[in-house]
């Protein structure tokens, strides 16, 4: 979660990662949420303002800060709980692969704790 937020922002802040980790502590169970960057992408479909789009080197989910209005559409519309809301800024905060290298799992010391897959155009979601 760290590197995410010093990659995107240049510091270091729980609140700024583009992922956020789910604890259960009583069964010692933690969980990611980031994006899965869907294939029908519900975030999208709901942004009125045509803020959000898929960057077409990637297949990333990007956000274009001049026309998001904040309005959390898109974080109520996404089903895993993948997008962060930057109360801050007033965006939401969604993986963007980081170009198709993502940090998080460049520095991760759990080995498969994280992983990324290049989807096929017929996979699902």
Same mark, same amino acid.
């Given at each position: 979660?760290?590197?995410c ?33 869907c ?5 999208i ?13 990637? $297949?990333? +989910?990007?956000?274009?800060? !001049?026309? =998001?209005? @904040? ?6 519309? #996404? ?9 801050? $800024?007033? +965006?939401?905060?969604?993986? !963007?692969? =980081?170009? @198709?290298?993502?940090?998080c799992?460049?520095? #991760? ?10 989807k ?6």
């Amino acid at each position: 979660m760290l590197t995410c937020s010093f990659t995107h922002e240049g510091y270091f802040s729980f609140s700024k990662s583009r992922m956020q980790i789910e604890k259960d502590e009583e069964r010692a169970v933690s969980i990611p949420r980031v994006c899965i960057q869907c294939k029908d992408a519900p975030c999208i479909q709901v942004c009125s303002e045509e803020a959000l789009f898929k960057d077409k080197g990637t $297949g990333a +989910i990007m956000v274009d800060k !001049d026309k =998001c209005t @904040g309005c959390k559409k898109c974080v109520k519309a #996404c089903p895993y709980g993948g997008i962060v809301f930057d109360e801050e $800024g007033s +965006i939401p905060l969604i993986c !963007d692969l =980081c170009g @198709g290298k993502p940090s998080c799992i460049e520095v #991760c010391r759990f080995p498969q704790a994280i992983k990324f897959k290049v989807k096929k155009e017929n996979d699902e979601k």
